[in-house]
């Protein structure tokens, strides 16, 4: 019988990342003959206090006018719009996830936990996606495992998808994180917020999608029967795209004579209803790839795209971190918009580089979960 192994992530089939980085975890995982599963997790749904209106205040009063009107129009045609779209493009990656993720029938509560069943599994992952955002989840304790004894709590490569904890979070942190049996993180500012509140070294991990090869990821691609004949500029924004990202956008399009596609705009709606499978293709096949995702920028940089990195614009602090990390790692600092020139040939781009990084960084987090999972 097949030792189990049980992924707590983000739940949801709203966002690409968090349904592709599901995917990858469970195969490198089931590559070392598990039996893996994701658990569901029992949300609550509450909006966080330490998410104040002061901050949504600041970013209109920095704002121009023109800016103001464009996300008070956005806002308006989200809700008038937008909604139409989404139940249809969750039943797209509501049928990604059916296809391609083995995903629980019971839904984990914390206050109602089933020990009996719990005991069916060997070990428990957190990760990878932001699932220590204290902004996104409250601080849930299932993200850490709390449920499960403390020599089955793995956790790799989880994001705090921010580069400070609210003062209100510290303590609940520093004792979770304390009794993780075994740490790792996504990104820098993480492994500074882990040693701070708890004096533990944790090992900065890639992304499970960056695991899995060029060749893997095709395998699962889909063609989207809209995508164009000719070449094209991508967008994938997951913040606000203000007027001068827009113009930045536009005069890079511009230049390089391509037509623009936007995966997240309800305006450009089929493109918006395209499943994470369509997702790969597109960015595969872009004469160039714009983004402030995180993810975005991986799936750029394994199927060697040329991309622009913008920082993310939003309610919450800055989301940045994890990106900064990727580029620093990959040696792709130049690929932020700050310090390119939109002038210059933004579509030739040299990944020869790619290849042995990838290689180091690969065999590190096999290592790393090897060790966890006590394979070695």
Do not use: C
């Amino acid at each position: 019988m097949q030792k189990k192994i049980g992924i707590i992530t983000l739940n949801g089939y709203v966002n690409y990342g968090n349904r592709l980085q599901n995917y990858a975890l469970q195969e490198v995982v089931k590559s070392y003959g598990f039996d893996v599963e994701t658990i569901w997790v029992d949300i609550k749904k509450n909006n966080p206090k330490d998410i104040p209106l002061l901050i949504k205040a600041k970013n209109i009063l920095k704002s121009s006018p023109k800016d103001n009107y464009e996300r008070l129009h956005n806002k308006v045609t989200g809700i008038l719009y937008k909604k139409k779209l989404n139940n249809k493009r969750e039943r797209i990656f509501r049928n990604f996830s059916r296809k391609h993720i083995h995903e629980t029938t019971f839904k984990l509560d914390e206050n109602n936990i089933n020990k009996g069943l719990l005991d069916e599994y060997e070990y428990f992952i957190t990760g990878s996606d932001q699932v220590w955002n204290p902004f996104f989840r409250k601080g849930d304790p299932a993200y850490f495992l709390t449920f499960a004894p403390k020599e089955k709590r793995i956790a790799y490569s989880p994001s705090f998808g921010t580069d400070q904890i609210p003062e209100d979070y510290i303590d609940r942190y520093k004792k979770w994180i304390s009794e993780m049996h075994r740490l790792s993180v996504r990104e820098e500012a993480g492994a500074k917020i882990i040693k701070e509140l708890t004096g533990r070294d944790a090992p900065v991990l890639i992304d499970p999608t960056l695991m899995l090869s060029k060749e893997k990821w095709l395998s699962i691609a889909n063609v989207p029967s809209n995508k164009p004949k000719t070449g094209y500029l991508l967008t994938y924004f997951l913040g606000r795209i203000s007027r001068a990202k827009r113009k930045i956008i536009n005069k890079i399009a511009k230049n390089n004579h391509l037509k623009i596609i936007n995966l997240a705009q309800p305006n450009d709606k089929l493109p918006y209803l395209s499943g994470p499978s369509e997702f790969i293709d597109y960015i595969n096949s872009s004469s160039i790839f714009i983004t402030d995702s995180f993810h975005g920028a991986v799936f750029s940089i394994l199927l060697e795209t040329p991309f622009v990195v913008f920082d993310r614009e939003g309610k919450f602090p800055s989301m940045n971190s994890r990106i900064d990390t990727l580029l620093s790692t990959f040696k792709f600092e130049t690929r932020h918009v700050d310090k390119i020139n939109i002038n210059s040939d933004l579509l030739k781009m040299d990944f020869s580089h790619v290849h042995p990084i990838l290689k180091l960084q690969r065999q590190k987090a096999f290592e790393y979960l090897e060790d966890a999972l006590n394979l070695k």
